[in-house]
T-cell receptor, first 108, second 115 residues
């Protein structure tokens, strides 16, 4: 199982761009990188998924370098409602492990 | 998109009683569902993998006789916490894999409080 490492916490201000980097050195060929967002007392919510290079959707971008040993979630112009825990998961088949996640606090 | 419905969202029970939590995949079939437990300020911990039509696979340290899992159909898995004790109080979350988008969808979670 590919282990992931993320910063435990980050602070940002409203309107700023936030980049959260995740390391996954032993990612396998068939693994995808998926990011989830979790608010207190709610289940994790899918944000974005990618395999390599760059993926963008309406809420975030995901940057994955060629060696795929890390990935960066980019949240443009965060708001107070983006305060949550963000999890980076490396998913291969049906095996994946939740790391501690990154607790993002957006300040006014 | 893939939706997983989890009920109840919140339950309070007396010590020694049993509680059943349901997890349904609403618009897709899920041969495998997963059950997690999350304590305050901690990450999700996988408890067991629920397989349709067969026995669940439990993670090390999870008592199979205490946390009964039934996956009787392709859209429903249930977790029953038997003889609940205050230390079982936690946030329980299920998830299911959808081949439609090659990813995992999570339920909204169940807050169990045992008094």
């Amino acid at each position: 199982l590919a282990k992931t490492t993320q910063p435990i916490s980050m602070d940002s201000y409203e309107g700023q761009e936030v980049n959260i980097t995740c390391s996954h050195n032993n990612i396998a060929t068939n693994d995808y990188i998926t990011w989830y967002q979790q608010f207190p007392s709610q289940g994790p919510r899918f944000i974005i998924q990618g395999y390599k290079t760059k993926v963008t959707n309406e809420v975030a971008s995901l940057f994955i370098p060629a060696d795929r040993k890390s990935s960066t979630l980019s949240l443009p112009r965060v708001s107070l409602s983006d305060t949550a825990v963000y999890y980076c998961l490396v998913v291969g088949g049906q095996n994946f492990v939740f790391g501690p996640g990154t607790r993002l606090s957006v300040l006014p | 998109g893939a939706v997983v419905s989890q009920h109840p969202s919140r339950v309070i029970c007396k010590s020694g009683t049993s509680v059943k939590i349901e997890c349904r995949s609403l618009d897709f079939q899920a041969t495998t569902m997963f059950w997690y437990r999350q304590f305050p300020k901690q990450s999700l911990m996988l408890m067991a993998t629920s397989n349709e039509g067969s026995k669940a696979t439990y993670e090390q340290g999870v008592e199979k006789d205490k946390f009964l899992i039934n996956h009787a159909s392709l859209t429903l898995s249930t977790l029953t916490v038997t003889s609940a004790h205050p230390e079982d109080s936690s946030f329980y979350i299920c998830s299911a894999y959808s081949s439609g988008w090659n990813g995992y969808t999570f339920g909204s979670g169940t807050r169990l409080t045992v008094v």
